[in-house]
């Protein structure tokens, strides 16, 4: 684990380690590729060279401040997590978080899979966008610095990566305090597949300051591509990392897929006990319930360090639909699953029409009062295809009274 503290970085100084990225490591990311493993990366030389520099820029907080300077004192404040697929379909992401009835209320987002610099995602900078032109505070963490554009259909993507960067982020009404980042190890060597990355995951803690007290927001998304083991110890990380007592809003995409994904041979080995298991029971008592079996060790890790996921989340409620026709899909699971699996797969499928629901996202949390989780699955533009592929989940905070004569004042 790396964790960084209190190195929250002003726009200026993000900007200057971008341009030292752009004019220094950028022209050498096509020598850096053609590596095949992160044991092979580490001895490149041109990746000893330019490995302090890449480390600074992953281990960095960006902190901007586009909120208000005295927002409102409320009883309750209102959470959303959104994984918004890297954001490349941020106009209609930021049409939806202006005009949504329940999102445009949101006082603080936690946004897995956010991009600076992406082609897949127009080349911006997505957390900054979204912090300047809804007014909030904001902080990103960068996880990987991209040697390719993506995965799947995200490589016939025009143009080509400016930074290269992706990670996740926090926005917030309310002021930003301390920040800090939780590096996470990896379930799977990066550099092993056609999107090569150089880092890992990291969950963003930030000190949010609303007027009845401070509480800590953190953003978590575990691996996909990893065992049920391995999320499970991601977890633990930053369980470790955080205060042992202390109100908490733990909130992100946790991959809880119910899948070992860390090989094609055990991903398909899971799919085929599903498919024996029943696909229409493994749904309904699995896929949306992970907590009972399959993902039961990281759900009882929570509540052994006094989290509550139960009244925090909609219980039994789909947050990510696996739609096999989906291009976009079907090119993503084509990279590392063989070709003659899809025609079971689809068969599985076929009496669902070919989705198969799954909640992956959650929220739990420390020493706080919550009320009225939602799932939201109406985030649409005009009634058209979905902003994400993760539906964006809600719940309420509530801080009461306290200190209200002294936030007033």
Known sequence: MVRTQDRSAQPSLVEELHQALRREVRPYLPVLAQCSSTRELERHPVYQRLRPLISRVLDTPEVGHFGPERPPFKMAYRFVAWNLERGIRLEGQLHALRTHPYLREADVLLLPETDVGMARSGNRNVAAVLARELGYHYVFGACYLNLTK?????????????????????????????????RLANGIDKMARREKRIGSQVAVVAEIRFPQRPLLAVVVHLDANSTQRHRKAQMATVLRALPPRGPVVLGGDWNTTTFDSSTAFRAIMGYWLRVFMGPGRVIQRHFLHPYRWFERGLF????????????????GDYTMYYEFDNPRTYKGLAEWVPGWCFPFIRWALSRYGGRCPLRLDWFATRELEVENPVVIHDARLGGGPALSDHEPIGLEVVLGGANRDTAAK
């Open 150 to 182: 993506g995965a799947g259909e995200e490589r016939e993507a025009p143009g080509e990566n400016e930074l290269g960067l992706h990670g996740n982020a926090l926005l917030s009404r309310y002021p930003i305090g301390k920040v800090e980042l939780v």
């Open 300 to 315: 009882r890790l929570l509540e052994r360090h006094g989290f509550d996921f139960r009244r925090s989340n909609v219980l």
